[in-house]
């Protein structure tokens, strides 16, 4: 006669309520929302420190180009200039 070892089919038989929670418990909570930010401050608002700040990396650019990327530079930035706000987001 065939006979089945109880105490492992028991155990496993007692644990299979526990599946579904132990799925749900290692999902992923939806990500919170970040926390709308403070409007920044239009160019002329910035303090002279700041603004050089930000032109800086553009200075060392600059500085290290030839007169092709020079060229290309001033391209993108006349490019830039005749865009509507919508096409420059």
């Given at each position: 006669m065939f006979r089945l070892p109880t105490l492992p089919l028991l155990l496993t038989l007692s644990l299979l309520p526990a599946v579904p929670a132990l799925a749900?418990?290692?999902?992923?909570?939806?990500?919170?929302?970040?926390?709308?930010?403070?409007?920044?401050?239009?160019?002329?608002?910035?303090?002279?420190?700041?603004?050089?700040?930000?032109?800086?990396?553009?200075?060392?650019?600059?500085?290290?180009?030839?007169a092709g990327q020079r060229q290309r530079m001033l391209s993108h930035g006349q490019r830039w200039q005749s865009m509507s706000p919508e096409e420059r987001d």
């Open positions: 749900q418990s290692t999902a992923t909570a939806p990500a919170a929302r970040p926390a709308p930010a403070a409007p920044l401050p239009a160019w002329e608002q910035l303090s002279e420190a700041q603004r050089d700040s930000l032109l800086a990396p553009l200075r060392d650019r600059w500085n290290g180009a030839d």
